[in-house]
């Protein structure tokens, strides 16, 4: 009777650690998910976007499989905040992300990369990228967003080459190519130079 017990007690305790394994692994995958998303927009953050990239970065150098990124910012958002507050600068950068989001495809990788800075990462795709950037380009621009009515986003895109010994190196490049877009009149795209230097 006593073996029984026992047997019966090491059964449920068997049990119960074996649900509360289960429930520290999902938490721990939730805690990960959560590491890599943006509380705001619900797109994959910074740390995310660093990861995949240096992914792509190192097939790159592996196997030659080009790739683009894509920096998007969007045009006056200060004053967006100024004007009509955080609440309706926070609508916009959400409805933008959805923009993105539907402007990509399934194989893409889209993260926001900092304040009204947003980061679209194309595995195998070299000049197909700028009709990718313009596509974004033009659903921001057609879109009618809340109170704000109108926004514009300003786009700089750079291929992956060989003169890019990092991808940090090809990151500047799409930096530079989108100051240059804000400097050209904003709502454009601009496609970087070859030279990680630029």
């Given at each position: ?126 000049d197909a990228a700028i009709v990718v950037a313009e596509k974004i380009r033009s659903a921001i ?58």
């Amino acid at each position: 009777m006593r073996e029984h017990a026992l047997a019966e007690i090491n059964r449920t305790l068997e049990q119960k650690v074996t649900e509360r394994t289960l429930a520290l692994e999902s938490a721990n995958e939730d805690l990960k998910q959560l590491a890599r998303s943006d509380a705001l927009t619900g797109l994959a953050n910074r740390l995310a976007i660093s990861e995949a990239l240096r992914h792509e970065y190192l097939l790159y150098k592996r196997t030659g499989a080009s790739f683009a990124v894509i920096i998007i910012d969007v045009d006056h958002f200060k004053r967006v905040n100024d004007n009509h507050g955080h609440n309706t600068g926070d609508l916009v950068l959400k409805r933008v992300a959805q923009l993105l989001n539907d402007s990509i495809r399934e194989t893409d990788f889209v993260a926001r990369f900092g304040g009204e800075e947003f980061i679209v990462l194309l595995p195998n795709t070299t000049d197909a990228a700028i009709v990718v950037a313009e596509k974004i380009r033009s659903a921001i621009a057609n879109n009618e967003f809340p109170v704000v009515k109108h926004i514009t986003a300003s786009i700089g895109v750079a291929l992956a080459g060989l003169l890019d010994h990092t991808q940090d190196e090809l990151i500047h490049r799409a930096d530079v190519a989108l100051y240059q877009a804000k400097n050209g009149g904003r709502n454009k795209v601009v496609l970087a130079t070859t030279s990680p230097t630029a």
